[in-house]
């Protein structure tokens, strides 16, 4: 690709974005959030039981 496409490209590209609206950004960060309350939880899980295991030595 030649660098006149690519720039063409990308302003096309942020013509046709848009900013999320308020309910929109609330669903993303609601997931995210999610998302790493469940990873944290699986940590801490997985750190408690190998705790007990070797508590139990």
Do not use: C
């Amino acid at each position: 690709m030649n660098p006149k496409q690519t720039l063409k490209n990308m302003a096309n590209t942020l013509k046709m974005a848009k900013k999320p609206d308020r309910e929109e950004y609330q669903q993303h960060l609601r997931l995210v959030l999610i998302g790493i309350a469940g990873v944290g939880a699986i940590g801490f899980t997985i750190q408690f039981v190998f705790s007990v295991i070797t508590f139990g030595r």
